[in-house]
């Protein structure tokens, strides 16, 4: 399980490394071109039930920690889907990654 750290708090944010490797993708992406935006996901069945939104601006301290020390491969299907979203009126909307039944690994 990965953790976002997003502000001066360090609040961690637990978010699947493989789900934490597409959006630090959008995310930097997004940061890199001076936007800012939301980022919304539901929470973890561990945690207490409901949604969370963060307002993400360039100049906010922000860090990705991954439990695995290799890499995910990413698929550009997913990151697509979250790039799409990241560009809506909504902002990053985490969605869960859809994997057809045939489709054998991600894509790199």
Same mark, same amino acid.
Request: aromatic share 0%; charged share 45%.
């Given at each position: 399980m990965g953790v976002l750290y997003y502000g001066g708090g360090g609040v961690p944010i637990r978010i699947g490394d493989?789900?934490?490797a597409h959006l630090k993708v959008v995310i930097a992406t997004k940061l890199r071109r001076g936007e800012s935006f939301t980022l919304s996901w539901t929470h973890p069945e561990d945690e207490p039930r409901g949604r969370s939104t963060l307002w993400l601006h360039p100049s906010i301290p922000l860090r990705f920690e991954f439990e695995d020390a290799e890499p995910e491969k990413l698929s550009r299907t997913w990151? @697509?889907?979250l790039a799409n979203s990241a560009h809506s009126t909504g902002g990053i909307v985490l969605?869960? @990654?859809q994997v057809e039944p045939d489709a054998g690994p991600p894509e790199d």
């Open positions: 493989r789900a934490l990151l @697509e889907e969605i869960p @990654e």
